[in-house]
């Protein structure tokens, strides 16, 4: 798996759109559950983009849109593929909305001889998507990771939450989560994610990895 993808598409200038664990996504606010029909009906339509695995969910506030469902996978092409998408939301008067986008990923933490990607994929009735993940096939739960641990190092904390945000949100959320009486466990990692805890010990990280950016 190269890097390249994903780092180009940051250093675009695409600011409509943030680069989440699940690639590159953006959300474009509209007026009303019809105007989100038609612009999702016009984004469909741009050339290249069926068939490429892009997810688009309409509600009434606009238009969410993830161009692949794995950062790894993101191409060349994609950045073009951003700019046309962007291109046909702004002729509509939709603005794109950061804020907005986010993805949440549950990570199971086992070592190697423990480690049951298969059970997690037959009960939740998800497909793979790499060697160490299991997806929604419909675009709308969140990804199912698989962390290997080390022999050595002891398993605390069997299951804990991810969620990706872009870095212009992060230490927005980070705040939210404090004052409604979070604790920064370690930020030892930052700027690529955070681990918090809530009062009863249990672990979330608030990542801004890949968003960060190309040097991150």
């Not at 993805?103 to 423990?114: F, H, L, M, P």
């Not at 298969?118 to 009735?125: C, D, E, K, P, S």
């Amino acid at each position: 798996m190269s890097e390249d993808g994903w780092k180009s598409f940051l250093a675009e200038g695409l600011t409509d759109w943030v680069v989440l664990h699940g690639g590159a996504a953006a959300f474009f606010r509209t007026g009303s559950l019809e105007a989100a029909g038609r612009l999702a009906a016009s984004i469909s339509a741009v050339s290249d983009l069926s068939g490429r695995g892009a997810k688009i969910t309409i509600s009434d506030g606009g238009v969410a849109i993830r161009l692949t469902r794995d950062v790894w996978q993101l191409e060349d092409e994609h950045r073009g593929l951003a700019r046309a998408v962007s291109s046909v939301a702004h002729h509509q008067g939709a603005v794109a909305d950061r804020s907005a986008v986010q993805e949440v990923q549950i990570a199971v933490a086992a070592k190697e001889s423990c480690i049951d990607l298969g059970f997690w994929r037959a009960v939740l009735g998800y497909e793979p998507m790499a060697d160490d993940n299991a997806v929604d096939p419909l675009g709308h739960g969140s990804t199912v990771w698989m962390q290997e641990l080390s022999e050595t190092k002891s398993l605390r904390h069997a299951m804990h939450i991810d969620v990706s945000v872009s870095r212009d949100q992060v230490q927005a959320r980070l705040t939210a989560a404090i004052a409604a009486g979070g604790r920064i466990v370690d930020e030892s990692h930052a700027p690529s994610h955070w681990t918090l805890s809530d009062r009863a010990g249990n672990r979330v990280c608030v990542c801004a990895w890949p968003d960060t950016g190309p040097d991150h």
